[in-house]
T-cell receptor, first 115, second 115 residues
Framework: DSGVTQTPKHLITATGQRVTLRCSPRSGDLSVYWYQQSLDQGLQFLIQYYNGEERAKGNILERFSAQQFPDLHSELNLSSLELGDSALYFC??????????????FGPGTRLTVL | AQSVTQLGSHVSVSEGALVLLRCNYSSSVPPYLFWYVQYPNQGLQLLLKYTTGATLVKGINGFEAEFKKSETSFHLTKPSAHMSDAAEYFCAVSESAGGGNKLTFGTGTQLKVEL
């Protein structure tokens, strides 16, 4: 158990819909990261937040957005869903002090299926 | 941008045999390298990481990796495979992204351990 929690574990929805994935980081961690894992794209970095502020952005679609709240939990919002958005979405957290040498601890993921 | 290449998407070994999973990196700056393991239907778990200092890094579950700058490699090894080692293994490099940082993953190597 990494200490990072994600809800829900599974999500099944239809095209065009909007969903929200939630992540609670490990106690004391200030950075939260979101990654997408799909068969064709592999593991891809989406976005990083540090203490409530966006710090880095990767291959995140405009239909996707995220935020980190004052209690440090984070939400990833996916809208106008397409079949190709079906994937496993991971949240990771790190202390956020050492930057590139920080260890990122991963949650169990949310499996999104878009029908 | 930095990248990692994992040679061999599938590796099969006998129980008790040496495990060798290959990872080569491409980086214009000193890299920070990680190995993660993903068991079926689970998140990623850190095996080990290299930041600076000793080039032979020992991790959990008997795994180790050696950073070789001259070969731009960070191969993962374990002297004796166990059935419980069957999983997918990801090599990753940590790099700066905007004002933060991110992990860039290889495509993964599925390890099969046979009796």
């Amino acid at each position: 158990d990494s200490g990072v929690t994600q809800t829900p574990k599974h999500l099944i929805t239809a095209t065009g819909q909007r969903v929200t994935l939630r992540c609670s980081p490990r106690s004391g961690d200030l950075s939260v990261y979101w990654y997408q894992q799909s068969l064709d794209q592999g593991l891809q970095f989406l976005i990083q937040y540090y203490n409530g502020e966006e710090r880095a952005k990767g291959n995140i679609l405009e239909r996707f957005s995220a935020q980190q709240f004052p209690d440090l939990h984070s939400e990833l919002n996916l809208s106008s869903l397409e079949l190709g958005d079906s994937a496993l979405y991971f949240c990771a957290s790190s202390v956020g002090i050492s930057g590139n040498t920080d260890t990122q601890y991963f949650g169990p993921g949310t499996r999104l299926t878009v029908l | 941008a930095q990248s990692v290449t994992q040679l061999g998407s599938h590796v099969s070994v006998s129980e008790g045999a040496l495990v060798l999973l290959r990872c080569n990196y491409s980086s214009s700056v000193p890299p920070y390298l990680f190995w993660y393991v993903q068991y079926p239907n689970q998140g990623l778990q850190l095996l080990l990481k290299y930041t600076t200092g000793a080039t032979l890094v020992k991790g959990i579950n008997g795994f180790e990796a050696e950073f070789k700058k001259s070969e731009t490699s960070f191969h993962l090894t374990k002297p004796s495979a166990h059935m419980s080692d069957a999983a997918e293994y990801f090599c990753a490099v940590s790099e700066s992204a905007g004002g933060g940082n991110k992990l860039t993953f290889g495509t993964g190597t599925q390890l099969k351990v046979e009796l």
